[in-house]
């Protein structure tokens, strides 16, 4: 089985900075593409970012030159690193990555969800 455990959410100011991590454990083969999702109150759950294997990098236009997301292939993770945080960046973050295991399927999961609020 794959296990997501993401970490780094919490309450920032207008204009503050957070940091979150997404970590996979399990039978992994290989990581492709791995991204962050959020879902604000009353609102459909949107894409992010995306970064592909080879570091490709997409973004929402709504966080584009606030946002950066990196990869560590070596931990299996996907960190998204947020500054410039506005209120309406206020969410519940979850990590999906697409991967494959040893056995030869191939999935994508998603992370718990973290929450981040953007609040003074």
């Known amino acids: 089985q794959v296990q997501l455990v993401e970490s780094g959410g919490g309450l920032v100011q207008p204009g503050g900075s957070l940091r979150l991590s997404c970590a996979a454990s399990g039978r992994i083969l290989r990581i492709n593409v791995m991204g962050w999702y959020r879902r604000a109150p009353g609102k459909e759950r949107e894409l992010v970012a995306t970064i592909t294997g080879g570091g490709d990098v997409n973004y929402v236009d709504s966080v584009k030159g606030r946002f950066t997301i990196f990869r560590d292939n070596a931990k299996n993770s996907v960190g998204l690193q947020m500054n410039s945080l506005e209120p309406e960046d206020t969410a519940v973050y979850y990590c999906?990555?697409?991967?494959?295991?040893?056995?030869?399927?191939?999935?994508?999961?998603w992370g718990q969800g973290t929450q981040v609020t953007v609040s003074s």
């Open positions: 999906r990555i697409w991967l494959q295991l040893w056995s030869g399927s191939a999935n994508d999961y």
